[in-house]
């Protein structure tokens, strides 16, 4: 079975500085830092101080974008993608929660087709980057039409790029996939990215996923990638963090 790198989201780390995060995280166990790249400017802004921190050994593997419209201009999702790539990270998750990324009805609907072009914007500039960009299903409470990894799978097949893959979400999972391992396994050829979380949407431990399960199905996908606490916490991180990794660690 691999050796899992498991990465935190940044937001969860206690420390005023990135560099500070990094010595909790590396304290807690984990082995990188996935970054959150809100809308607007705010990311760009943080370029140079991220940069020096990857030059001084913080392991920066992901990035999660925030508020980024696949509709209308795609340039500003377009600039972040290349952004990010300045960091050395290898993977930028794209949520499919919000409206202006996704339709609102279920049904397949002519905004689909709006959706896979503004994905294929993205995914020309991350392959020309060499980045993966893993479209991540939500559950059905927050983002339509893409709840299932297959539905993921299928938007990917639809954009048509090697470097669209599928970010697999375990909290959501828990939610929209009546077998959650079969699912992991069927998407194995499409995987790019795993987000833990448990079934509560707090840390991996707090609630009632089978863990072992879950890396054993990611084991028999063939996937070999990293994984990322991206959570809410039930107590304070410096207790709550490393109870998490302890928890990974045991079941992977």
Request: with cysteine.
């Amino acid at each position: 079975m691999p050796q899992w790198k498991i990465a935190c989201r940044e937001q969860l780390l206690p420390g005023a500085s990135i560099e500070q995060k990094w010595e909790f995280a590396q304290s807690a166990g984990f082995d990188g830092i996935e970054l959150r790249a809100g809308g607007g400017e705010a990311f760009e802004a943080r370029l140079g101080v991220l940069k020096r921190a990857a030059e001084r050994g913080v392991v920066l593997p992901s990035v999660c974008l925030d508020a980024v419209p696949l509709v209308g201009d795609p340039e500003p999702g377009v600039r972040q993608v290349a952004s990010i790539a300045a960091l050395g990270a290898r993977t930028v998750v794209v949520p499919m929660s919000d409206p202006r990324r996704v339709p609102r009805q279920r049904s397949s609907t002519p905004d689909r087709g709006t959706t896979v072009d503004g994905l294929r914007h993205l995914a020309e500039r991350a392959a020309r980057e060499g980045l993966a960009l893993c479209v991540q299903p939500v559950n059905r409470y927050e983002g339509r039409p893409v709840n299932t990894l297959d539905q993921a799978a299928r938007l990917c097949h639809a954009v048509g790029s090697p470097s669209t893959r599928v970010a697999a979400a375990t909290f959501h999972m828990n939610i929209e996939e009546a077998d959650p391992a079969g699912a992991l396994r069927a998407a194995g050829p499409w995987l790019g990215h795993v987000e833990l979380a448990d079934s509560t949407g707090l840390e991996p431990g707090a609630g009632h996923l089978d863990w072992p399960a879950v890396f054993a199905a990611l084991a028999d996908a063939g996937y070999e990638g990293w994984a990322s606490v991206a959570c809410r916490l039930s107590g304070p991180a410096e207790s709550c963090l490393p109870a998490a990794v302890r928890v990974l660690r045991r079941a992977g």
